[in-house]
């Protein structure tokens, strides 16, 4: 079984900052890529960010240089720091770990007042 607990979302002014945190648990063996995707109400859901095992970032368009991935070295412990904040970041928060399957968090919600 593997487990993600994510934490961090809330409610935040546009222009703010929020920062989630997904700690990975279980039958995981070694490291591997993590990412973040969110889904804003009547939408899909979309990419955020991924890093992999050797710390290489993508990152969806809508939030370079504003969101940053990151994560504990040697540990399946991935962070997202968001800055810059804008109502459209409004969405469910899923953090991910790619083994053999993609797991999924519970989901936090970030909601983004104009």
């Known amino acids: 079984q593997v487990q993600l607990v994510e934490s961090g979302g809330g409610l935040v002014q546009a222009g703010g900052s929020l920062r989630l945190s997904c700690a990975a648990s279980?039958?995981?063996?070694?490291?591997?890529?993590m990412g973040w995707y969110r889904q804003a109400p009547g939408k899909q859901r979309e990419l955020v960010a991924t890093i992999s095992s050797g710390s290489s970032t993508n990152y969806a368009g809508s939030v370079k240089g504003r969101f940053t991935i990151s994560r504990e070295h040697g540990k399946n412990t991935v962070y997202l720091q968001m800055n810059s904040l804008k109502p459209e970041d409004t969405a469910v928060y899923y953090c991910?770990?790619?083994?053999?399957?993609?797991?999924w968090g519970q989901g936090t919600q970030v909601t983004v007042s104009s």
């Open positions: 991910t770990i790619r083994l053999a399957y993609t797991y």
């Open positions: 279980g039958s995981i063996f070694r490291i591997n890529t």
